[in-house]
């Protein structure tokens, strides 16, 4: 069976800092991976996907994720964060035969110091 | 473009009681899912309908949860009798296309408190 853990429960940063969220999986096959954000008040919505290519992914409001295979590992990473960065962060493998039923890690939170 | 809404956005009942939550999906999509968060744990999968088939329920977790989308349109997901390990975040979500993962769009969630 598949899994993800993320290794960060909350994180607490200042302004301007550097982030970086830990994602790892644990299957083979096909690897489709993506990261959900979920703001204060607001639906969950996809922040980046990886399904092939380039290993270093660019998303939405400066986010980029690095995929390494050898690692199992699919780290977010924000050069710096802003205070509207703060909020939940979800990092999600879909099962590898089928996109119907996203598999979430246990989620970061993350809380940005003005 | 209306999104996936939930009703209600809040519930707070005792346990043994029963409790209907509904998800109305974006208009034409014929995919839907249900998902739980409970008590600041992982977000897990309880279903997917296809129009009103039930495609995947392998989620849900005892004979006291039990979705219907009758008509293929909204789906309700009812609860009865509900347990204190009830109590979380129950999310909804929509597709058009179930191959394509990126496409499922949320709802705001029911956060459901069970005392």
């Known amino acids: 069976a598949q899994s993800v853990s993320q290794h960060n429960h909350h994180v607490i940063l200042s302004e301007a800092a550097s982030l970086e969220l830990g994602c790892n999986y644990s299957?083979?096959?096909?690897?489709?991976l993506f990261w959900y954000v979920q703001y204060p008040g607001q639906h969950l919505q996809l922040l980046l996907k990886y399904f092939s290519g380039d290993p270093l992914v660019k998303g939405i409001k400066g986010f980029e994720a690095e995929f390494i295979k050898s690692k199992f590992s699919f780290n977010l990473r924000k050069p710096s964060v802003q205070w509207s960065d703060t909020a939940e962060y979800f990092c999600?493998?879909?099962?590898?035969?089928?996109?119907?039923?996203?598999?979430f890690g246990s989620g970061t939170r993350l809380s940005i110091r003005p | 473009e209306a999104g996936v809404t939930q009703f209600p956005s809040h519930s707070v009942i005792e346990k043994g009681q029963t409790v209907t939550l509904r998800c109305d999906p974006i208009?034409?999509?014929?995919?839907l899912y249900w998902y739980r968060r409970v008590m600041g744990k992982e977000i897990k999968f309880l279903l997917h309908?296809?129009?009103?088939?039930?495609?995947?329920e392998s989620g849900m977790p005892n004979n006291r949860f039990l979705a219907e989308r009758t008509g293929g349109t909204y789906s309700t997901l009812k609860v009865q009798p509900a347990e204190l390990e009830d109590s979380g975040v129950y999310f909804c979500a929509s597709s058009q296309d179930p191959r394509v993962v990126e496409t499922q769009y949320f709802g705001p969630g029911t956060r459901l408190l069970v005392l």
């Open positions: 208009s034409g999509h014929d995919n």
């Open positions: 999600a493998p879909p099962k590898y035969s089928s996109a119907s039923k996203i598999i």
């Open positions: 299957y083979g096959g096909t690897v489709n």
């Open positions: 309908f296809v129009k009103e088939s039930k495609q995947d």
